[in-house]
């Protein structure tokens, strides 16, 4: 199979525009989620979708929102970007929902000038 | 706030040596994880085990796991230049959250 994908692999965004970035899952994988990874902050728990719908959310303001389709496919978006918002977005997906083991993409990085 | 925090942030050992890693956390949780990362890239999946587990093994790696303790090792036996990455533990409740990791060198 597929491993999970993710586009673009890398953006470059200036202060206040928004972004969108998508994640196909591996065939069959109904669960979705989303890691923004800094060196500051680590990985971090941003959402997870399942079955199009939102399961779970990290804490973050709502600047960021997610979407998931009836593919499984699932996009991130954040709007007004700051300077801070530069990190490497990874999409993980896992055949159920939650405890699962998850796969990961290879991400795409974000640099907000 | 982080749930899992792994010790030592860093650690580099001649090619060959056992390497430990710690993870210590703090609620409870259904199952914990490793994942090792490679240069900035996405995680990979190594092994899980369950809250009712206390010691699982996979090729070369060891893990434990002591609940009473809320801590976790991951032990490479007799590492090799590929191990080289950054290890994470998750902590899986009813999310999934990430340690800020071990960076591992291994030295030729």
């Known amino acids: 199979k597929a491993g999970v994908t993710q586009t673009p692999r890398y953006l470059i965004k200036t202060r206040g525009q928004q972004v969108t970035l998508s994640c196909s899952p591996i065939s069959g994988h109904r669960s979705v989620s989303w890691y923004q990874q800094t060196p500051g902050q680590g990985l971090q728990f941003l959402f997870e979708y399942f079955s199009e719908t939102q399961r779970n959310k990290g804490n973050f303001p709502g600047r960021f929102s997610g979407r998931q389709f009836s593919n499984s496919r699932s996009e991130m978006n954040v709007s007004t970007l700051e300077l801070g918002d530069s990190a490497l977005y990874l999409c993980?997906?896992?055949?159920?929902?939650?405890?699962?083991?998850?796969?990961f993409g290879p991400g795409t990085r974000l640099t907000v000038t | 706030s982080q749930q899992g925090e792994e010790d030592p942030q860093a650690l580099s050992i001649q090619e060959g040596e056992n390497a430990t890693m710690n993870c210590s956390y703090k609620t409870s949780i259904n199952n914990l994880q490793w994942y090792r990362q490679n240069s900035g890239r996405g995680l990979v999946h190594l092994i899980l085990?369950?809250?009712?587990?206390r010691e699982k093994h996979s090729g070369r790696l060891r893990v434990t796991l002591d609940t009473s303790k809320k801590s976790s090792s991951l032990l490479i036996t007799a590492s090799r230049a590929a191990d080289t990455a950054s290890y994470f533990c998750a902590t899986i409740d009813d999310k999934i959250i990430f340690g800020k990791g071990t960076r591992l060198h291994i030295l030729p």
């Open positions: 993980a997906s896992s055949e159920g929902q939650g405890v699962h083991e998850q796969y």
């Open positions: 085990i369950r809250s009712n587990e």
